[in-house]
């Protein structure tokens, strides 16, 4: 039993308030999962021919200067840095893959936990409202945001096997449920270049949709060979650099609600997450429907 939560917001001047108005959300899941969460932010977006790198150690006094000066010695570029507690977000003009293995080779503890134009990933364990305190959400700003609460069943607690799971650029996912054929599939999507770095199911689907817009799918259409593919039951919530989308499996026995203004769209695993927006007692509120895809966003 996990918690999940997303935010997208259709009024930009909301974007500002865009971590206080999630925090209560995440923190109402806490009951759904208390052994650790994770967020991943969308904004601040750098421009084409640039990307930024969420890192995250397990020293919170980790020398983030010192692999900062190494990426900009290796690829003759400057490196802007965030330092947010045990984390950090590089902006730089690099590709991916070349940005990765400069990491890994300068220090293999490093976890890389997104890469993007626009993506955040923020995550550790414990409490929801440590995690939001210690990354300090509630002063976040952007445009859309979806978050995890978790509660380890299939693997034990750890920041790395939390939500969010990214596994493409701007791309990531969290997952309610539980999925039988992950190991099959883990071993195919390897073989189609996709890598891994847990055991957790939940990376498996990430990869699984990652993989299918490499093969040109569009998202739609990524989730809904999704249904076909993965075998057991979930409620998915994925990010995008354009907004969020969330499915439902055709038989949909995990829980969901969403809720719709003029101002945003909200989805939760449970309503109490939602009570706290503002104008929820006159939002639209439904249940996804199973098997049916819905996307939220600038497309």
Sequence with gaps: MCGIVGLYLK????EGQLGALFEPMLVAMTGRGPDSAGFAIYGDEVPEGMIKVTLQHADAHYPWHDLAAELEQRFETDVSMLHNASAAVFKLSAQE????????AFDPEVRVMSVGRSIEILKSVGLPQTIADKFTLSGMKGSHIIGHTRMATESGVSMEGSHPFSTGLDLC???NGSLSNHNRLRQELTKQG????TENDSEV????????LQEGDSLKQALENAMEALDGFFTFTVGTRDGFAVVRDPIACKPAVMAETDDYVAMASEYHALASLPGIENARLWEPDPGKVYFWGRD
């Design 11 to 14: 009024n930009k001047a909301l």
């Design 97 to 104: 893959m070349p940005v990765r293995e400069a990491i890994a």
């Design 173 to 175: 996912l969290v997952h």
């Design 194 to 197: 996709i890598d891994f770095e």
């Design 205 to 212: 689907a990430a990869g699984y949709l990652t993989w299918r």
